[in-house]
Each structure stands twice: as structure tokens, then as C-alpha cells.
């Protein structure tokens, strides 16, 4: 176990982790620790945004003051990653990569965190891990043939394609609005009208259909999909079939429950995590910040204001 005790260790290299470390340092405390699985930050970033795909600070139209000293800005998945490098190339923020975190657990007011890279102790932790989990797959299986052809984001799709997008939610209708740009594209959902998006996705959604620039087939499931001449055939619960060259599946996925609960925090009857208002779950000095702290995701102007408020409450406990 590492000798030092940190004022406050991170987990999760996302914007709220960045935002996190970067308040952490500007408004005084002495020993951060910013811990990452992967070999990088801003993994959802570099993973599944397209390249130069647009970052706005306002997403989706929600308008967010910043309220740190982090100076986010609209740009791109390259300027966003260019920033964030520049924000934690800083001599003062220590930081662990390839650092997979098992279980943190607390006692006598001092929290550990054990990790691939051995156990450190802190006296305060923010949980800043996105939603993540597993995506949701369909209940009929996949053909072997078609996996190439099937995703669960917009990693396998191209330009001029035919394309279906599964699913009604805000996922599904950012995909089929995105890929709409240079694809032909149908968006199909088992309800009769798609109710569950926000209002901003709900209001784009109708605004592609009626425009013609997404096909809508809604109140009708999918029986299964099979290979037709290196197509997805995709059958439908009323006898009907469609061809398509992709699909893309975004119907949810499982919020990291385990882990939450392997950090200490409580869930719960829906599986989200418990906190107060000052993102603080029911183990003081244990916080939750970024995506998993709020159901519809995505800002990451909200994310970083979660680090400035989370730092702010652990100074003003500590003052």
C-alpha cells in the first residue's frame, strides 16, 4: 500500500474526473489522485465520437454556466481531447492509467481503494464513471455472419448506406438523426410513439421524420434478423422483412451496479445510486459525479460543474 494519504482520489478519467482533479488543485487541495482503467482519459470520447465530430458545451440545447475554473468551450472530439491533455499535464495532478479499481472501503474515516496497481488510501473519493455497462442486446440471437454488420454505437457505420436504428430512446434517435446526414436511415421501435427521449431529441426526431430525412417504423417488433446475400434481412412480428447494408441496436443498456456497489454505494429499487444534493452518497466523503450522477447523461459542461461543487462541499467541511 502507498504510503501517502490523499486529501482525494478520483475514479474515472471522464470529464467529471478531469473536472474534478483540475477544482481539486485550483481551490487547495494539497494531494489528488486521479485513478483511470484504460490507457487514457476521456475514453467515451475517443471510443464513440466520431472523428471530428462536434462537442458543444450547451448539448442538446440545455444551457449550462460553467461554474469552475474550467474554461470548456464548443469545438470538436480533437480540440476536447487537446484540452483536457493540456489540463492534466500539470505537475500538481498525479495520476494512474491501466488502473482498474476492485473495491474501495472505508474505515476509521479513512477510505482504500484497492486496484490492479495495489491499494491507496484517501480521506475522500468521487465515483466519476459513465454509464457505460453492457449495452442491451435483443432477445433473438445475432448471426455470426451479421456481427460485422451489427453495433451498439455508430463505430460500424460508413456513408451511403442503409441503415436501421433499434431503439427509442435519446441514443437511438441521436444515432438515426447523426447517420441521417449520409445515410439512408429508418429508426424502429416496438411502442407506438416515441415517448421516452427529452424533449429537445423528441422534438428533433419529429422534425427529421417529417422532413423525410428519417423513416419512422414504430408499434411493431422485430421477429429476427438472418443473412440475405451479406444483407441484414430483418423480420418483423407481422410477416413483413426489410433489407438494410447496418443495424445498430440502442435499446439501454445497464448502468455499472456492481461496481457502485463494490465502491461502498447504495442503490436504489431502480438500481441508480443515492445521493444528496451535494452529490454525496450515504457514506460521507464517498461522492458521485459525471454521467452516472444523472440519468439522461451526455453534458459535459454539467460534469464538470459536478467537480466544482463536490470539491467546494469537501473544502467547506474541512474548513
Excluded at 210 to 233: C, R, S, Y
Aim: charged content about 30%.
Amino acid at each position: 500500500m502507498s504510503s501517502t494519504v490523499y486529501d482525494l482520489i478520483v475514479i474515472g478519467g471522464g470529464p467529471g474526473g478531469i473536472g474534478a482533479v483540475v477544482e481539486a488543485k485550483e481551490l487547495g487541495l494539497k494531494k489528488v489522485l486521479l485513478l483511470e482503467k484504460t490507457d487514457n482519459h476521456s475514453n467515451t470520447i475517443r471510443k464513440f465520437y466520431k472523428d471530428k465530430k462536434r462537442v458543444d458545451k450547451d448539448w442538446q440545447g440545455q444551457m449550462v454556466e460553467l461554474e469552475g475554473n474550467v474554461d470548456f468551450v464548443d469545438g470538436t472530439k480533437e480540440s476536447t481531447l487537446d484540452y483536457f491533455d493540456k489540463l492534466l499535464d500539470d505537475e500538481l495532478i498525479d495520476s494512474e492509467f491501466n488502473c482498474e479499481v476492485y473495491k474501495v472501503s472505508k474505515e476509521n474515516n479513512l477510505f482504500t481503494v484497492e486496484s490492479s496497481k495495489g491499494n491507496f488510501q484517501a480521506k475522500n473519493i468521487i465515483v466519476a464513471i459513465g454509464r457505460m455497462g453492457k449495452p442491451n442486446k435483443p432477445k433473438y440471437k445475432i448471426p455470426v455472419s451479421l456481427r460485422p454488420l451489427v453495433g451498439y454505437n455508430l463505430d460500424k457505420c460508413g456513408k451511403g448506406e442503409k441503415v436501421l436504428v433499434v431503439g427509442g430512446g435519446d441514443s437511438a434517435v441521436e444515432y438515426a438523426c447523426e447517420l441521417s446526414e449520409s445515410n439512408d436511415v429508418t429508426l424502429t421501435y416496438r411502442q407506438e410513439k416515441i415517448t421516452r427521449p427529452n424533449p429537445i431529441n423528441k422534438e428533433m426526431i419529429a422534425q427529421y421524420a417529417k422532413e423525410g430525412k428519417v423513416a419512422l417504423k414504430l408499434g411493431i417488433d422485430i421477429e429476427n434478423i438472418e443473412n440475405e446475400h451479406g444483407q441484414i434481412k430483418v423480420n418483423y412480428v407481422d410477416g413483413t422483412y426489410e433489407l438494410y447494408d447496418k443495424a445498430v441496436y440502442a435499446i439501454g443498456g445497464t448502468t455499472p451496479k456492481d461496481f457502485l456497489k463494490a465502491c461502498g454505494i447504495t442503490l436504489d429499487e431502480k438500481g441508480e445510486p443515492i445521493f444528496d444534493e451535494n452529490y454525496e452518497s450515504e457514506v460521507k466523503g464517498l461522492y458521485i459525479a459525471g454521467d452516472i450522477a444523472f440519468a439522461s447523461g451526455g453534458s459535459i459542461a454539467i460534469a464538470l460543474n459536478h467537480g466544482y461543487r463536490i470539491v467546494s462541499h469537501i473544502l467547506k467541511g474541512n474548513g
